[in-house]
Nanobody, 122 residues
Framework: VQLQASGGGLVQPGGSLRLSCVAS????????IGWFRQAPGKEREGISC????????YYQDSVKGRFTIARDNVKDIVYPQMNSLKPDDTAVYYCAADSSGCSWYTGRQEYWGQGTQVTVSS
């Protein structure tokens, strides 16, 4: 059972990236799949999540209107589409699975991906 995050890279301010979180060993629609990020010197923070019960999506104010999260139930992949990226979005991005649904609390998730670096810079 594991999650694998990918899709990070270097992008200019205003650009876009689509990350992927691939689940193996379980189906994503049975877990709330959240995306978290951690910038250097800062705590890990939750930024978006898609709920397992009804597919509801949640966003932190810092990414609302710019990020969109979606789920492919056939391929067991969760995609956050990140648009209008800013230098403040620079961080390592992680996906995590929570059988209880969505939470910004980082101590509740059962599985974590390994992280993918996103750097927004000109």
């Amino acid at each position: 059972v594991q999650l694998q995050a990918s899709g990070g890279g270097l992008v200019q301010p205003g650009g876009s990236l689509r990350l992927s979180c691939v689940a193996s060993g379980f189906t994503v629609n049975r877990y709330g799949i959240g995306w978290f990020r951690q910038a250097p010197g800062k705590e890990r923070e939750g930024i978006s999540c898609i709920d397992n019960r009804d597919g509801s999506t949640y966003y932190q104010d810092s990414v609302k209107g710019r990020f969109t999260i979606a789920r492919d139930n056939v391929k067991d992949i969760v995609y956050p589409q990140m648009n209008s990226l800013k230098p403040d979005d620079t961080a390592v991005y992680y996906c995590a699975a929570d059988s209880s649904g969505c939470s910004w609390y980082t101590g509740r998730q059962e599985y974590w991906g390994q992280g993918t670096q996103v750097t927004v810079s000109s």
